[in-house]
């Protein structure tokens, strides 16, 4: 790994699954601007809906999510009634029932809740949304705890798509991150959600976690592969403890260095690659008839919260505590205490923690972000003529553009950059030139490999 390269690693940069970043959205935001942006929507176009169920049965040291160990059944009962009553809430300030493309149960962990509240939850849905006949309705599930009960209650109620935390198979790894979940655990997960009827299989695995090797994560993904995923995200660990306090319970000596977790990434995207998957952006995979796939060849694949999705929709509604969604007036972040989330839905008003409108300027590089991150090319001038931009407006920037081309890391020609397979590993590095943000803030992020 060539020194220039390592520079540009270590910078400690966001992931842009939005842009505004969410350190950036503001408490002063309330409910009446969230109200106004959901009436003004157009009601003939599709949305999306993310629900978020913020309770784990068991706690991973790993875990950089706000979530909350849960023993007992009762705190999981009580959050999916209100999740029930904010679904209606929210459906009472748009200015029509809306189509639903797309939605999406994330947490946490959504299988956490008890099959009749997940039926219960989803019966709202279809009560206030016309979910269409193609829409793909996702689920996270924790093969640790997902009963046989609840895949067949996923089955029927019509789920495409369940995607698992596998992280890595290797025992000492398992132990050293506190997630014990042997393949055959979750070869009986997937079997079964696809007996189903559950036709899309995702997996999420990790890199950079203590005690692995390049020989444990490539056995990890020669038994994923005997599962036949349909997609599998690649993610390296982010270690910041100062933010995760969970992560403290992580042996810091374990931890591969920038070097090592460069060679694990490499072997492992080779692995995948070799195999027949597709690469998609910074860090996902898929077959080349999956969706995701379909979407990266022909230009249409975006990022959100949730990473890389084929969802198109402009809108994406927030349900549940913590959850962000979006408009096309901006973001909006659910109050992230489940007590204050529940009184404030419980009292029929939105249940608003923070927000940012966007500005024009928020548009543009948001845009030029999102391209770089999905397609690994953008035009400038283009982008800024699409949104009412002076034809300079990227030029304050050439002079890190013009380095970035010298250490062969994008190629500009014109107004055009192209990021190179050397530029590939450091991509979220090369997008942060666009982020206006992005300034005295190094503690904030994970490094970039
Ligand atoms: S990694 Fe997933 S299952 Fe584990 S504690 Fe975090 S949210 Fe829960």
Same mark, same amino acid.
């Given at each position: 790994?060539?020194?220039?390269?390592?520079?540009?690693?270590?910078?400690?940069?966001?992931?842009?699954?939005?842009?505004?970043?969410?350190?950036?959205?503001?408490?002063?935001?309330?409910?009446?601007?969230?109200?106004?942006?959901?009436?003004?929507?157009?009601?003939?176009?599709?949305?999306?809906?993310?629900?978020? @169920?913020?309770?784990?049965?068991?706690?991973?040291?790993?875990?950089?999510?706000? #979530?909350?160990?849960?023993?007992?059944?009762?705190?999981?009962?009580?959050?999916?009634?209100?999740?029930?009553?904010?679904?209606?809430?929210?459906?009472?300030?748009?200015?029509?029932?809306?189509?639903?493309?797309?939605?999406?149960?994330?947490?946490?962990?959504?299988?956490?809740?008890?099959?009749?509240?997940?039926?219960?939850? #989803?019966?709202? @849905?279809?009560?206030?949304?016309?979910?269409?006949?193609?829409?793909?309705?996702?689920?996270?599930?924790?093969?640790?705890?997902? &009963?046989?009960?609840?895949?067949?209650?996923?089955?029927?109620?019509?789920?495409?798509?369940? &995607?698992?935390?596998?992280?890595?198979?290797?025992?000492?790894?398992?132990?050293?991150?506190?997630?014990?979940?042997?393949?055959?655990?979750?070869?009986? %997960?997937?079997?079964?959600?696809?007996?189903?009827?559950?036709?899309?299989?995702?997996?999420?695995?990790?890199?950079?976690?203590?005690?692995?090797?390049?020989?444990?994560?490539?056995?990890?993904?020669?038994?994923?592969?005997?599962?036949?995923?349909?997609?599998?995200?690649?993610?390296?660990?982010?270690?910041?403890?100062? #933010?995760?306090?969970?992560?403290?319970?992580?042996?810091?000596?374990?931890?591969?260095?920038?070097?090592?977790?460069?060679?694990?990434?490499?072997?492992?995207?080779?692995?995948?690659?070799?195999?027949?998957?597709?690469?998609?952006?910074?860090?996902?995979?898929?077959?080349?008839?999956?969706?995701?796939?379909?979407?990266?060849?022909?230009?249409?694949?975006?990022?959100?919260?949730?990473?890389?999705?084929?969802?198109?929709?402009?809108?994406?509604?927030?349900?549940?505590?913590? %959850?962000?969604?979006?408009?096309?007036?901006?973001?909006?972040?659910?109050?992230?205490?489940?007590?204050?989330?529940?009184?404030?839905?419980?009292?029929?008003?939105?249940?608003?923690?923070?927000?940012?409108?966007? %500005? #024009?300027?928020?548009?543009?590089?948001?845009?030029?972000?999102?391209?770089?991150?999905?397609?690994?090319?953008?035009?400038?001038?283009?982008?800024?003529?699409?949104?009412?931009?002076?034809?300079?407006?990227?030029?304050?920037?050439?002079?890190?553009?013009?380095?970035?081309?010298?250490?062969?890391?994008?190629?500009?020609?014109?107004?055009?950059?192209?990021?190179?397979?050397?530029?590939?590993? @450091?991509?979220?590095?090369?997008? &942060?030139?666009?982020?206006?943000?992005?300034?005295?803030?190094?503690?904030?992020?994970?490094?970039?490999?």
């Amino acid at each position: 790994m060539s020194d220039i390269l390592k520079t540009y690693m270590n910078r400690n940069v966001p992931r842009y699954t939005s842009y505004p970043t969410a350190p950036h959205f503001s408490k002063d935001f309330d409910a009446t601007a969230y109200a106004s942006w959901l009436h003004d929507l157009p009601p003939k176009d599709a949305i999306s809906l993310y629900l978020h @169920v913020p309770f784990c049965r068991q706690l991973c040291w790993y875990c950089g999510c706000n #979530m909350k160990l849960a023993k007992r059944d009762e705190p999981i009962a009580q959050y999916a009634r209100t999740l029930v009553q904010e679904v209606g809430l929210v459906a009472g300030h748009l200015p029509d029932r809306m189509k639903v493309s797309h939605l999406h149960w994330g947490g946490g962990t959504p299988t956490a809740l008890v099959p009749d509240d997940l039926e219960r939850a #989803m019966q709202a @849905v279809h009560q206030h949304f016309t979910v269409t006949p193609d829409a793909e309705l996702a689920i996270e599930s924790d093969p640790r705890t997902l &009963s046989a009960e609840m895949i067949a209650r996923i089955g029927k109620l019509g789920f495409t798509r369940a &995607s698992f935390g596998v992280q890595e198979f290797d025992p000492k790894v398992q132990k050293a991150i506190n997630r014990i979940q042997p393949p055959d655990m979750v070869r009986r %997960s997937v079997d079964g959600l696809r007996e189903a009827g559950v036709s899309g299989i995702n997996f999420d695995l990790i890199y950079g976690l203590p005690h692995q090797t390049v020989g444990t994560l490539l056995e990890t993904i020669d038994l994923c592969l005997e599962m036949e995923p349909d997609r599998i995200a690649l993610f390296g660990y982010a270690h910041v403890p100062w #933010m995760a306090r969970k992560q403290r319970l992580i042996d810091e000596a374990a931890l591969p260095g920038p070097a090592e977790r460069l060679l694990q990434s490499k072997a492992a995207a080779k692995a995948l690659t070799d195999a027949g998957y597709m690469a998609i952006g910074l860090d996902h995979f898929a077959r080349p008839s999956d969706s995701m796939a379909l979407a990266a060849k022909t230009g249409t694949l975006r990022r959100n919260f949730q990473g890389y999705t084929t969802d198109l929709a402009d809108t994406m509604l927030g349900l549940g505590a913590t %959850s962000i969604g979006r408009t096309p007036s901006g973001y909006v972040q659910n109050l992230s205490e489940t007590g204050a989330w529940a009184r404030a839905v419980e009292s029929a008003a939105l249940p608003v923690g923070k927000g940012v409108a966007f %500005s #024009m300027d928020d548009k543009l590089r948001g845009r030029v972000i999102e391209m770089i991150m999905c397609a690994g090319h953008v035009d400038l001038d283009q982008a800024g003529a699409n949104i009412g931009a002076a034809a300079n407006w990227y030029h304050p920037h050439i002079p890190e553009l013009d380095q970035m081309q010298a250490d062969g890391l994008i190629v500009r020609d014109g107004s055009r950059i192209s990021v190179t397979d050397k530029g590939a590993p @450091v991509i979220r590095v090369i997008a &942060s030139v666009f982020d206006s943000y992005l300034t005295g803030q190094p503690q904030k992020h994970a490094i970039a490999v």
